[in-house]
């Protein structure tokens, strides 16, 4: 069993930087594949970026591509989504999600979920 907090959302301006987290509990976190989703009102949660339990490999989707970075401390059991250069259309709810085995990019195969972080960039 995982639990997931993520932290670190708010207003920002577009082309500023937003760092995210997501502190999980858990003696095997360490094991887990880590994901970024968000959700933007009236739309489907969509993949954002995904690493592998130990950091090895990172994948994102192409709108955030060059812009976002993922990666985790299993010493601390906290999984960061570093976002820059944000545009307006980032603009949605951010979860974190865990998940055990293979990298997926689809919410479905993922079994824990973080309550979530609002994130909203202003023209």
């Known amino acids: 069993q995982v639990q997931l907090v993520e932290s670190g959302g708010g207003l920002v301006q577009a082309g500023g930087s937003v760092r995210l987290s997501c502190a999980a509990s858990?003696?095997?976190?360490?094991?887990?594949?880590m994901g970024w989703f968000r959700q933007a009102p009236g739309k489907e949660r969509e993949f954002v970026a995904v690493i592998t339990w130990n950091g090895g490999r990172t994948y994102y989707a192409d709108s955030v591509k060059d812009r976002f970075t993922i990666s985790r401390d299993n010493a601390e059991n906290t999984v960061y989504l570093q976002m820059n250069s944000l545009i307006p259309e980032d603009t949605a709810i951010y979860y974190c999600?865990?998940?055990?085995?293979?990298?997926?990019?689809?919410?479905?195969?993922?079994?824990?979920w973080g309550q979530g972080t609002q994130v909203t960039v202003s023209s």
């Open positions: 999600a865990a998940k055990e085995d293979f990298i997926d990019y689809y919410a479905l195969k993922y079994d824990y």
């Open positions: 858990g003696r095997t976190f360490s094991s887990y594949v």
